[in-house]
């Protein structure tokens, strides 16, 4: 029996693209991927203010634009001959910049989706009011340990008279340090101390107000043992003080030298200060992102819910979670560990009395996070790293992490595949380094590597020559870290393509080595919407409870595996919400009986990116259990009403992109907070904006039909003008839902009509949507915000 349902739009949280811009045209019509800066050329020098950027594209969608690591925007596309290439545009504000700047963009490719990116590019710029001022602890150094008082040298450069220096010591209170006949000195007294190892920062400050930070210094006070490693921490600041002519000798003292060797990452473990402790039995881990971790965090009442889902074993017979990997990345413009670090002590004090173990999930301290991979980009790896060190070493025993656990994924990167082996050995030189400030603080946690799944396999793995020895990629990172967690994400344990057999290479070098319970095997749940075969990667499609029979077969292969270290879900946010099944008989997890809705969401703000985009931030709000999503709502009077006419999407991050707008008009948004038991809150104040003018003319899908028969779904799609009505030729592309993954792309014919079937699923009951992604037709975009909503799927039962 069929019976027909309909869905929202996925959120529009997953209708990112810039809809003007592309969609996938049939592979015989497909543009050469390109883009171009033409704006400007490499090494030109440019005056601060606004720098208008642009260039071309063609064949790709999704364009971003990435300066110097640390900033990700999305850029405004034109494509009004709705062929799949146009030209594109950025006005980047330089007043904040000063020196050489790194740019380049990236995007998808039409038909692939997988990365395409530009040339890279330099402007350089003299903006003295912007420079940041370098700061370096030269003194003293990590070789040597600390007696009685020590001076603390300082040394401070930049293009401005600097204003205040002050040093930080285990992440206290930030110290005044007065200038000295070299540098700044600040004297520390060393003998009531306990703690063997402390972590020395610093920071100056200029008179325009730019603040430089140091990288730390692990200074040594107790008995701890020979191996600090300086030569590595000199990599990185070109700086250990015995050997600087600058630094007057005689102005340091209380120290005396300690022995050390150089750093290798075979034996990682003997340059570990104190006892080291075999690794613990992980499983199952789960990846937290800042999107839940930071509530995890802040609202103390979040975390009942989590351990109730962590702690149940029976709703799919399922293994309880034990170990968190919590993401303490920027977000929403604050650092966790910085910002909120009394809380983040209270909250891993109470996961360990809950039973939990806690690492910090970190990836490489830039934005893309995979930049930190580059040797350039080091330094930000290793000041990331160092928080997490240096969180550890201001807080009590109960409240530290057990472990860090690194996602940097430098396998993005363009030049990964044509530059081979220049990242791979970048990124391996940027875990050598990061270990070895793990010695140097004395800390014991646990580091451990997300790799995909081929770096045992792939020839872009394959035959690297590094550290005095060719092996796979992955084996250099087994030798280097502590763990690895594979990104094994397949939907399948068994077969060539399965998961057992991706990770037997891995568990068996392993045991080669000597590292019992160092690897980690991790699996997807999140719904794909993008990707080279989305059908295959995560378990999203088939459900939970076929999830759990899956892995029973993982957990019976390697049981006796003594490397075998567990298994890791990815992720929290999507394990919430996945369901057992689709379709008839399906259920979701139930969080503990709650009648209550969240509070207010405060802060709404929304501001035009073009003529049919609206971007929406807007504050956390606080629940008595968790939040779960947040639903946006629009109307263009400022009275409206929130209800099904009204809403717009859902996100369960703290910003929206409402795209799908017609040009000059204003729109007006209220936010409602939603728990996880799917109590929903009162509307937030509105916010509005009025999107920019535009003669392109608007499309909208007039109607969408699913229909089931014999194991495969068929969705049928008519695209109109959306004043007229009529039929228009447009290419569609999208992906079909809930069970079913694939990726479809097609052209519509006379009547508008666009029709396309899904992969086979021969299942007795069930449920598959359709989700479009991108329409494209000549002289006219796609306004998705007035389809005809929600889109539909089709159910089938015995």
């Given at each position: 029996?069929?019976?027909?349902?309909?869905?929202?739009?996925?959120?529009?949280?997953?209708?990112?693209a810039?809809?003007?811009?592309?969609?996938?045209p049939?592979?015989?019509?497909?543009?050469?991927?390109?883009?171009?800066?033409?704006?400007?050329?490499?090494?030109?020098?440019?005056q601060?203010?606004?720098?208008?950027?642009?260039?071309?594209y063609?064949?790709?969608?999704?364009?971003?634009?990435?300066?110097?690591?640390?900033?990700?925007?999305?850029?405004?596309?034109k494509d009004?001959?709705?062929?799949?290439?146009?030209?594109?545009?950025y006005?980047?504000?330089?007043?904040?910049?000063?020196?050489?700047?790194?740019?380049?963009?990236?995007?998808?490719?039409?038909?692939?989706?997988?990365?395409?990116?530009?040339?890279?590019i330099?402007?350089?710029?003299?903006n003295?009011?912007?420079?940041?001022p370098?700061?370096?602890?030269?003194?003293?150094?990590?070789n040597?340990?600390?007696?009685?008082?020590?001076d603390?040298?300082?040394?401070?450069?930049?293009?401005?008279?600097?204003?205040?220096v002050?040093?930080r010591?285990?992440?206290?209170?930030?110290?005044?340090?007065?200038?000295?006949?070299?540098?700044?000195?600040?004297?520390?007294?060393?003998?009531?101390?306990?703690?063997?190892?402390?972590?020395?920062?610093a920071?100056a400050?200029?008179t325009h107000?730019?603040?430089?930070?140091?990288?730390?210094?692990?200074?040594?006070?107790?008995?701890?043992a020979?191996?600090?490693?300086?030569?590595?921490?000199a990599?990185?600041t070109?700086?250990?003080?015995e050997?600087?002519?600058?630094?007057?000798?005689?102005?340091?003292?209380?120290?005396?030298?300690v022995?050390?060797?150089?750093?290798?990452?075979?034996?990682?473990?003997?340059?570990?200060?104190?006892?080291?402790?075999?690794?613990?039995?992980?499983?199952?881990?789960?990846?937290?992102?800042?999107?839940?971790?930071?509530?995890?965090?802040?609202?103390?009442?979040a975390?009942?819910?989590?351990?109730?889902?962590?702690?149940?074993?029976?709703?799919?017979?399922?293994?309880?979670?034990?170990?968190?990997?919590?993401?303490?990345?920027?977000?929403?413009?604050?650092?966790?560990?910085?910002?909120?670090?009394?809380?983040?002590?209270?909250?891993?004090?109470?996961?360990?009395?809950?039973?939990?173990?806690?690492?910090?999930?970190?990836?490489?301290?830039?934005?893309?996070?995979y930049?930190?991979?580059?040797?350039?980009y080091?330094?930000?790896?290793?000041?990331?790293?160092?928080?997490?060190?240096?969180?550890?070493?201001?807080s009590?025993a109960?409240?530290?992490?057990?472990?860090?656990?690194?996602?940097?994924?430098?396998?993005?990167?363009?030049?990964?595949?044509?530059?081979?082996?220049?990242?791979?050995?970048?990124?391996?030189?940027?875990?050598?380094?990061?270990?070895s400030?793990?010695?140097?603080?004395?800390?014991?946690?646990?580091?451990?590597?997300?790799?995909?799944?081929?770096?045992?396999?792939?020839?872009?793995a394959?035959?690297?020559?590094?550290?005095?020895?060719?092996?796979w990629?992955?084996?250099?990172?087994q030798?280097?870290?502590?763990?690895?967690?594979?990104?094994?994400?397949?939907?399948?344990?068994?077969?060539?393509?399965?998961?057992?057999?991706?990770?037997?290479?891995?568990?068996?070098?392993?045991?080669?080595?000597?590292?019992?319970?160092?690897?980690?095997?991790?699996?997807?749940?999140?719904d794909?919407?993008?990707?080279?075969?989305?059908?295959?990667?995560?378990?999203?499609?088939?459900?939970?409870?076929?999830?759990?029979?899956?892995?029973?077969?993982?957990?019976?292969?390697?049981?006796?595996?003594?490397?075998?270290?567990?298994?890791?879900?990815?992720?929290?946010?999507?394990?919430?919400?996945?369901?057992?099944?689709?379709?008839?008989?399906?259920?979701k997890?139930?969080?503990?009986?709650?009648?209550?809705?969240?509070?207010?969401?405060s802060r709404?703000?929304?501001?035009?990116?073009?003529?049919?985009?609206?971007?929406?931030?807007?504050?956390?709000?606080?629940?008595?259990?968790?939040?779960?999503?947040?639903?946006?709502?629009?109307?263009?009077?400022?009275?409206?009403?929130?209800?099904?006419?009204?809403?717009?999407?859902?996100?369960?991050t703290?910003?929206?992109?409402?795209?799908?707008?017609?040009?000059?008009?204003?729109?007006?948004?209220?936010?409602?907070?939603?728990?996880?038991?799917?109590?929903?809150?009162?509307?937030?104040?509105?916010?509005?904006?009025?999107?920019?003018?535009?003669?392109?003319?608007?499309?909208?899908?007039?109607?969408?039909?699913?229909?089931?028969?014999?194991?495969?779904?068929?969705?049928?799609?008519?695209?109109?003008?959306?004043?007229?009505?009529?039929?228009?030729?447009?290419?569609?592309?999208?992906?079909?839902t809930?069970?079913?993954?694939?990726?479809?792309?097609?052209?519509?014919?006379?009547?508008?009509?666009?029709?396309?079937?899904?992969?086979?699923?021969?299942?007795?009951?069930?449920?598959?949507?359709?989700?479009?992604?991108?329409?494209?037709?000549?002289?006219?975009?796609?306004?998705?915000?007035?389809d005809?909503?929600?889109?539909?799927?089709?159910?089938w039962?015995?």
């Open positions: 029996m069929l019976k027909s349902s309909r869905f929202r739009k996925c959120g529009l949280l997953f209708l990112t810039i809809l003007l811009a592309v969609c996938f049939l592979p015989s019509a497909k543009a050469a991927a390109l883009i171009t800066i033409d704006s400007h050329q490499d090494g030109q020098t440019i601060p203010g606004t720098a208008e950027l642009s260039g071309i063609s064949g790709v969608y999704d364009l971003e634009l990435i300066v110097n690591g640390n900033m990700v925007t999305d850029v405004h596309m009004p001959d709705g062929d799949d290439s146009g030209t594109w545009s006005s980047l504000d330089t007043t904040q910049l000063d020196g050489a700047i790194e740019i380049v963009l990236k995007s998808k490719d039409v038909v692939t989706r997988y990365g395409v990116w530009s040339p890279w330099y402007l350089n710029i003299d003295p009011p912007a420079n940041k370098q700061v370096q602890i030269v003194s003293p150094a990590e040597t340990r600390l007696r009685s008082k020590v603390v040298q300082i040394s401070t450069d930049g293009k401005n008279p600097i204003s205040r002050e040093l010591i285990d992440g206290g209170e930030w110290i005044p340090v007065p200038p000295a006949k070299k540098g700044y000195l600040y004297t520390w007294d060393t003998r009531r101390l306990t703690q063997p190892v402390h972590s020395l920062e920071r400050t200029d107000g730019n603040t430089g930070y140091s990288l730390s210094v692990y200074a040594q006070t107790g008995n701890t020979s191996g600090s490693i300086s030569a590595a921490h990599a990185v070109s700086d250990v003080y050997d600087d002519p600058n630094i007057d000798q005689d102005d340091v003292a209380g120290t005396e030298t022995d050390w060797a150089p750093f290798h990452p075979e034996s990682v473990t003997d340059l570990t200060y104190g006892d080291t402790h075999p690794l613990p039995d992980q499983d199952r881990a789960i990846w937290i992102w800042e999107n839940a971790s930071y509530p995890l965090v802040l609202n103390p009442n975390r009942y819910s989590f351990a109730a889902m962590a702690k149940d074993t029976a709703a799919f017979d399922q293994r309880p979670i034990k170990t968190l990997y919590l993401a303490v990345g920027k977000y929403q413009g604050t650092m966790m560990l910085e910002d909120y670090r009394n809380e983040v002590q209270r909250f891993i004090t109470w996961a360990h009395e809950e039973g939990f173990d806690v690492q910090a999930l970190i990836a490489g301290g830039t934005a893309p996070p930049f930190g991979a580059y040797s350039r080091h330094a930000q790896a290793v000041k990331e790293f160092e928080q997490v060190l240096n969180y550890n070493l201001a009590e109960s409240a530290r992490f057990d472990g860090i656990n690194l996602d940097t994924e430098p396998y993005i990167l363009p030049d990964f595949k044509t530059a081979k082996p220049s990242v791979q050995i970048q990124y391996l030189d940027m875990l050598k380094l990061l270990m400030r793990k010695a140097a603080s004395g800390l014991s946690l646990s580091v451990g590597a997300a790799i995909p799944r081929w770096y045992d396999s792939s020839a872009d394959g035959n690297i020559t590094w550290n005095g020895g060719t092996k990629l992955s084996e250099h990172i030798d280097t870290a502590d763990y690895i967690s594979i990104m094994n994400y397949r939907d399948q344990a068994e077969g060539s393509a399965g998961i057992i057999a991706h990770a037997v290479n891995e568990l068996a070098y392993a045991s080669r080595i000597g590292k019992p319970k160092s690897v980690v095997i991790g699996v997807e749940t999140k794909i919407a993008d990707g080279g075969d989305p059908e295959t990667i995560s378990f999203h499609e088939e459900g939970r409870l076929y999830m759990e029979q899956e892995l029973n077969k993982v957990y019976a292969a390697f049981e006796d595996d003594p490397a075998f270290g567990g298994i890791a879900i990815h992720h929290y946010a999507s394990l919430v919400d996945f369901p057992s099944k689709w379709g008839p008989g399906g259920f997890w139930q969080p503990p009986a709650d009648n209550e809705p969240p509070g207010l969401v709404v703000s929304a501001s035009a990116f073009d003529y049919q985009r609206i971007d929406i931030h807007y504050d956390m709000a606080m629940d008595n259990s968790a939040v779960n999503e947040y639903r946006i709502y629009r109307g263009t009077d400022a009275a409206f009403e929130i209800g099904p006419d009204t809403y717009a999407g859902s996100s369960n703290l910003s929206f992109e409402d795209t799908g707008l017609l040009p000059n008009t204003t729109y007006h948004y209220k936010i409602t907070a939603v728990d996880i038991r799917g109590n929903e809150g009162a509307p937030s104040a509105a916010a509005a904006a009025t999107t920019a003018p535009s003669a392109m003319k608007p499309m909208i899908i007039d109607h969408m039909t699913i229909t089931y028969n014999e194991g495969t779904a068929t969705v049928t799609i008519q695209v109109v003008d959306m004043e007229t009505k009529q039929p228009i030729s447009a290419r569609v592309s999208g992906r079909f809930h069970m079913a993954g694939k990726y479809v792309q097609g052209v519509t014919n006379t009547e508008g009509m666009f029709t396309s079937r899904s992969e086979h699923i021969s299942v007795p009951s069930g449920e598959i949507g359709f989700l479009p992604r991108h329409i494209l037709a000549d002289s006219y975009y796609w306004a998705g915000a007035y005809q909503l929600p889109y539909p799927t089709v159910i039962e015995p």
